[in-house]
């Protein structure tokens, strides 16, 4: 068989990112505003941006001639592949997304999707999330998905509630201190 049928990883156009999570079957794809706005500024930057650069670079490496031990043609190829695989995942997600304003709920002390969350365990220590998208959320800012059990556990409860929380090593006890939204923006 030639060389040129044959794929490099089997990984190359699944079109799905293997490092976020998928979404739940059935589920939605929630969003806020600020994260739609992200993926979709990320989306353009590598249509208009990078995919023409790399392009640009494997046309001129191409006609270098010998492609076999081209360095900067093998390493566009690669690169360009990564590029497309990114811009079908973000196109997908995109057409799906569901854009949701936290601010809406700004005042409410019930906890919806957006909303940020003081809650202490049984231990004494008090933590702080903030609930996000599957495409936007980012655990170093403190933010988790709708989708992770302390979102679900957290979810339509509200100031107050005493709730248990399933953990890997069994059920802890919960209890939220404090329900916040961001201010709804000025028209």
């Known amino acids: ?6 794929r490099e990883t089997d990984a190359d156009d699944d ?10 079957a059935g589920g939605r794809n929630y969003i806020t505003p600020k994260g739609y706005a992200d993926l979709r500024a990320e989306l353009f930057t590598l249509m208009d941006d990078e995919r023409p650069k790399v392009v640009e670079i494997v046309h001129w490496a191409a006609s270098n001639g010998d ?10 190829k ?4 990564e590029i497309d695989r990114r811009i079908r995942f973000l196109t997908k997600r ?6 949701t304003d936290p601010s809406a709920h700004h005042g409410k002390d019930q906890i919806y999707f957006g909303a940020t969350v003081k809650y202490v365990e049984e231990s004494g220590e008090e933590r702080t999330v903030t609930i ?3 495409d936007e959320a980012d655990s170093l800012k403190g933010e988790v998905t709708w989708v992770s059990p302390i979102a679900r556990t957290l979810l339509k409860s509200s100031t107050g509630d005493v709730l248990k929380l399933v953990t890997p090593q069994g059920w802890r006890e919960i209890e939220v201190l404090e329900v916040t939204y961001p201010q709804p923006a000025e028209k």
């Open 132 to 134: 996000r998208g599957i």
């Open 67 to 76: 492609r076999s031990e081209n360095g900067d043609y093998i390493y566009g």
């Open 1 to 6: 068989m030639s060389k040129a049928f044959t």
């Open 94 to 99: 995109l057409e799906i997304a569901e854009v």
């Open 15 to 24: 079109g799905e990112d293997p490092s976020l999570p998928p979404i739940p």
């Open 78 to 81: 690669k690169r360009l592949r």
